[in-house]
Structures are given as C-alpha cells and as structure tokens.
C-alpha cells in the first residue's frame, strides 16, 4: 500500500487529489489548518482508505515532523499543495506589507522546502514531489507580486531539487483556473462560479503520479490531454 503526504487536503485540490488516491488504494496523511472541515474530510476518504489526518500549519515545525512521523519509514509521494494567497484585495508590491509577504514566502516556499527535506530520506528510488504552482509564477499580473514570485521560487526549487535527485520525480504543477476557496479570495465579490471545480485537474495530476513523464513543470490539463490522445491511438492500434 503506497503512502502519500498531501497538504491542504481538507477542501479543493487536495481534497479532490485524496479522493482519486483513495479509490487506488494509497494510504494517506493529510492535514489543514482547519480541524474540522479536516475531520470532513477525513471522513469521506477513509471510506476507501486508510487516512491520517493531522490539523496544523504547515509553517509549524513540529507539525511537519507530526506529518513525517505518520507517515511511517517510506513515503511515495508528498504534494505540497497548501498555500496562502495573501492579503485580499492584494496589494502591490510597492505597498506590500512586509510581514505578510513574509508569511507569504513562509508558507508556500519555505514550508513546502522543509517538508521535502524531512521527506527525501524517506523516498524510495522513483519517489514522487508534487508541488502546486500557478500560471501566476510566469505571468506579471498586477497585484500578485507576492503569490507569484513565491511560486517562480517554488518552481525553482522544484528544478534544483530534480536536477540534485534524478532518482526522484520532482513536478511542478499548475492545475489552472478553478473554482476554490484560495481563487474567491483572489477575487473577492465576484462571481468564479464559470471556474471548472478542482475534480476536473485531478487527472493531469494522476497521470503524472501514476506514469513515468520526467521531473518537470506541467500544466494539468495538458498532461491529461496528452494521455488522452495517447489512449485512444492505443485503442486504434
């Protein structure tokens, strides 16, 4: 029974992502600040799983030594997936308030970071890193200075860390447009419900998982299309 750390798990995409693990049979160790809307969750996919689910912070040290902890000697795949957006409306960087662009860069850099260094001893050769990016690491978008230069850093994180560990697949990954909590806030008072809901990058980010593509940056839905192109020329052959 493979293991996996996903962060962020209690709603969105980790949640969405644990859901699909589950049925495949992996054992799971998920967290979020939120212990209840956590417990939800952990709820629904132990159903089909064995699920540990810790409440926490991933920027707490000793949560992150709790996630590793359960997750026992062997880890197959971790997937820093929880992030914060920063103040909303965002600021610009001119007028960013340093303590929070700081919390910015503590949470979805460093964190995600020291996670993965508590986890490489624990990951077998072929071992997997998912780390959730945004279009916004390559993209100038007034008023996200401080969520996207926090992921270009985890995108370059993410290719060091590839390049030090070719025993490893190392990803980053921008699951796109959808409809989360994190995405609302990045526009608050209006409408996203036209936004496709997280389930719908789900398969960009299994075929990842589950194939053998090399470390990288990926879209999801491009990886998905690809797969999919590749299933039916299959099925014609």
């Known amino acids: 029974m493979p293991t996996a750390i996903i962060t962020g798990a209690s709603r969105g995409l980790g949640r969405a992502l644990g859901r699909a693990l589950a049925t495949r049979g992996w054992r799971l160790v998920i967290d979020a600040r939120g212990a209840q ?4 969750a952990a709820r629904e996919l132990g159903r089909a799983a064995e699920v540990i689910a810790l409440a926490g912070d991933v920027a707490d040290a000793r949560h992150r030594d709790e996630l590793i902890d359960a997750a026992g000697p062997s880890v197959d ?10 103040p ?21 850099v460093l964190a995600p970071l020291r996670l993965i260094q508590l986890a490489v001893p624990r990951l077998s050769d072929g071992g997997t890193i998912v780390n959730v990016t945004s279009d916004a690491a390559v993209e100038a978008y007034e008023g996200w200075g401080g969520y996207g230069s926090a992921k270009a850093a985890l995108e370059q994180l993410s290719a060091v ?4 560990h070719p025993e490893l697949r190392v990803y980053a990954v921008d699951p796109g447009d959808m409809r989360t909590q994190l995405h609302q806030e990045a526009f608050p008072g209006e409408d996203i419900s036209d936004r496709p809901p997280p389930e719908d990058s789900v398969p960009g980010l299994l075929a990842l998982i589950e194939g053998v593509l090399p470390s990288g940056r990926y879209r ?14 299959a099925a014609l052959s």
């Not at 409306?89 to 340093?98: F, K, T, V």
């Not at 860390?161 to 030090?164: S, V």
């Open 37 to 40: 809307p956590l417990e939800q």
């Open 77 to 86: 795949l971790l997937v820093n997936n929880a992030s914060v957006l920063g």
């Open 88 to 108: 909303s409306p965002q600021p610009r960087l001119a007028s960013y308030p340093s303590h929070e662009f700081e919390h910015v860069y503590e949470v979805n």
């Open 161 to 164: 860390l590839a390049a030090e």
């Open 220 to 233: 999801a839905a491009e990886v998905a299309a690809l797969v999919s192109r590749a299933e039916g020329v």
